[in-house]
T-cell receptor, first 115, second 109 residues
Framework: GAVVSQHPSWVICKSGTSVKIECRSL??????MFWYRQFPKQSLMLMAT?????????EQGVEKDKFLINHASLTLSTLTVTSAHPEDSSFYIC???????????FGQGTRLTVV | GQNIDQPTEMTATEGAIVQINCTYQ??????LFWYQQHAGEAPTFLSYNVLDGLEEKGRFSSFLSRSKGYSYLLLKELQMKDSASYLC??????????WGAGTKLIIKP
């Protein structure tokens, strides 16, 4: 079946550096990708929606200059956390909407720790 | 290994009650989530359970039994707009979400 592959699963970075998270759709084309953030024991918070070939749509309160989203092709969307700070430490997950009977494919998630 | 099981599809009648079951096996446990997703849209949060028991929120209720690795989502007074996929996800000891494949709920008049 269709899969969204998210990489890396874990990343530890120093404060002030940038981190890139990739989500690839395998065996299908994803014109849209949803990016979420989740703190422990809390629900997913939608950060932005990326669309292939156009600018991402950010949810209210999400800094677009800090969380750069690029949807370069129909199989790849990336989220770059720029100038990361400890408060950016979180669990980030991507999701591509399905077609037909399948509604969503989720990536495995990325645990980001900023030290 | 880690695993989530939920039915692929269910059908119910408008105005009725439906229960969507979910069983899970994870390395450690930090809660069970239910999400609703309409086609082409982002999933929306419905509930979070970490303690045993039933939590009611309007027409939707969610139940958890940690000893049985079991949860269900109960939808009452079904409306046509409730036709959607319902995703069950368990959080393991590393706070990673393990997702079920989703249950497509079809509501008939």
């Amino acid at each position: 079946g269709a899969v969204v592959s998210q990489h890396p699963s874990w990343v530890i970075c120093k404060s002030g550096t940038s981190v890139k998270i990739e989500c690839r759709s395998l065996d299908f084309q994803a014109t849209t990708m949803f990016w979420y953030r989740q703190f422990p024991k809390q629900s997913l918070m939608l950060m932005a929606t990326s669309n292939e070939g156009s600018k991402a749509t950010y949810e209210q309160g999400v800094e677009k200059d800090k969380f750069l989203i690029n949807h370069a092709s129909l199989t790849l969307s990336t989220l770059t956390v720029t100038s990361a700070h400890p408060e950016d430490s979180s669990f980030y997950i991507c999701s591509a909407p399905g077609t037909g009977d399948t509604e969503a494919f989720f990536g495995q998630g990325t645990r980001l720790t900023v030290v | 290994g880690q695993n989530i099981d939920q039915p692929t599809e269910m059908t119910a009648t408008e105005g009725a009650i439906v229960q969507i079951n979910c069983t899970y096996q994870t390395s450690g446990f930090n809660g069970l989530f239910w999400y609703q997703q309409h086609a082409g849209e982002a999933p929306t949060f419905l509930s979070y359970n970490v303690l045993d028991g039933l939590e009611e929120k309007g027409r939707f209720s969610s139940f958890l039994s940690r000893s049985k690795g079991y949860s269900y989502l109960l939808l009452k007074e079904l409306q046509m707009k409730d036709s959607a996929s319902y995703l069950c996800a368990a959080m393991d000891s590393n706070y990673q979400l393990i997702w079920g494949a989703g249950t497509k709920l079809i509501i008939k008049p």
